[in-house]
């Protein structure tokens, strides 16, 4: 399964980490403020051919250098250090990560993987190197003496959930941690004592792609947003633990939204393979409306995007060159009647706007890896991960009926004997 392309922003240095190239294999690293110059890191270089998963640029507390953490398909999960550009440590995770956080208040890195479950590895522990076993000698094939093991011995178990991780995302008072599943549940754990459970939203019927915070206007509260492969964008009072939902909006119809990013009480929508993004406005009551007029298009298919600078301008990375766009944010109107307003301005980041990744072009670019595996068909990969499990059901029905046939048989054999 291949990712789609994604970048990152450390906020303090201004640091950026793209994930580029045909099929992920490298990230790029830019300083917006042009503190160090722009360079690759390969998989090659870690000497593995696996696509990167995950990236997550942070300052480390004690020491203020930037790190990096980079996961990959394969299960690894490795600590970079930027300015000395050099690999520190490499983990073995049990399962692949799927999203990665660093919170400064606790000095610690949040992992989301497949299996379900949120990890957590203290700054502090992020240089000690795994316990190393002698591993298991295969047939006609000569291994290492030693390797690493995949028990997270480093990691700290933060909670659970019983399906995929696709988002996580704290709270901006730092006091929950909300993590979203591909089996349609949204969860509200109390930060940092994650075991403990605030409350539930539920009311998707597939997938959850998206959360995001969005400030209520006229209040001092937070919703929540969350997009869906449902077709339909909902918003969630999450501090009222007995009935959250507040709102439902449903795109139109074939669209599946999966990418969503807030700006006060503004909020930014992405649907898949789609070339513009859409803008909405969170009201009083809860509504969450269209902007009327209000469509960003790139004239290229929309990969990632972030606000940046306290919202001051919005990054995006888009399939054809160039990769990156950067528009200055413009706020008008008032509640009642808002807007945005977007104007390209390449020469605040023009160390990024004339930068190329070849994100797309012949038949081994990511877009092209893209159409064959269909990675990015989430709705079709939701579908097909529905039919793997009823196959694996049938398939143990079957056993199960062959088991009780024989049993049967060998009993009547042994009667007759």
């Known amino acids: 399964m291949t990712t789609r392309p994604r970048f990152t922003i450390e906020p303090s240095s201004q640091t950026l980490a793209i994930i580029t ?15 160090f110059d722009s360079f690759t890191v390969s998989a090659s270089d870690f000497n593995s051919s696996s696509p990167f998963t995950s990236v997550c640029v942070f300052q480390e507390n004690s020491s203020k250098e930037l790190f990096c953490t980079l996961a990959n398909l394969d299960k690894a999960l490795y600590i970079y250090d930027i300015q000395k550009r050099e690999l520190i440590n490499e983990l073995r995770t049990k399962k692949r990560i799927m999203a990665s956080l660093h919170v400064e208040q606790t000095h610690k890195l949040y992992f989301a993987d497949k299996f379900g479950d949120v990890w957590s ?20 094939k000569k291994s290492r003496d030693f390797a690493h093991t995949d028990d997270n011995d480093n990691m700290t178990l933060e909670l659970g959930h019983l399906a995929t991780l696709t988002d996580m ?3 901006s008072d730092g006091k929950f941690l909300i993590t979203a599943d591909r089996d349609e549940k949204i969860r509200v754990s109390h930060f940092p004592k994650t075991h403990e459970i605030w409350s539930f939203c539920l009311g998707h019927k597939q997938c959850v792609t998206c959360v995001a915070e969005v400030d209520v206007p006229g209040t001092d509260s937070r919703a929540l947003v969350s997009s869906s492969l ?3 964008l909902k918003v969630w009072e999450y501090s009222n633990e007995y009935k959250p939902l507040r709102f439902t909006h449903t795109v139109q119809e074939g669209a599946y939204p999966v990418l969503v990013r807030s700006l006060g009480n503004f909020v930014a929508v992405c649907n898949e393979k789609a070339n513009e993004i859409q803008y909405f406005a969170l009201h009083e009551n809860y509504e969450l409306l269209p902007l009327e007029g209000v469509k960003l298009n790139l004239h290229s298919e929309v990969l990632h995007f972030e606000f940046v600078q306290n919202g001051e301008y919005l990054m995006v990375l888009v399939a054809d060159a160039p990769n990156v766009r950067v528009y200055r944010v413009k706020k008008q109107g008032e509640n009642v009647n808002p807007a945005l307003v977007f104007e390209q301005d390449s020469d605040k980041y023009d160390n990024v706007t004339h930068v190329s990744f070849e994100l797309k072009a012949d038949s081994d670019t990511y877009i092209s ?19 793997d499990e009823k196959k694996e059901d049938e398939k143990k029905e079957v056993e199960k009926e062959e088991t009780v046939a024989q049993e049967a048989a060998a009993e009547e054999k042994a009667l007759e004997g």
């Open 369 to 387: 890896s893209m159409k064959k595996a269909n990675p990015n068909d989430l709705a079709g990969r939701h579908k097909r991960g529905k039919d």
């Open 21 to 35: 190239s045909p099929h992920q294999l490298t990230v790029q690293f830019i300083s917006l403020q042009s503190s």
């Open 121 to 140: 590895l203290d700054e502090k522990r992020m240089r000690e190197k795994p316990p190393m076993e002698k591993p298991k000698q295969q047939k006609g």
């Open 230 to 232: 449902d077709g339909t």
């Open 169 to 171: 995302a704290l709270s």
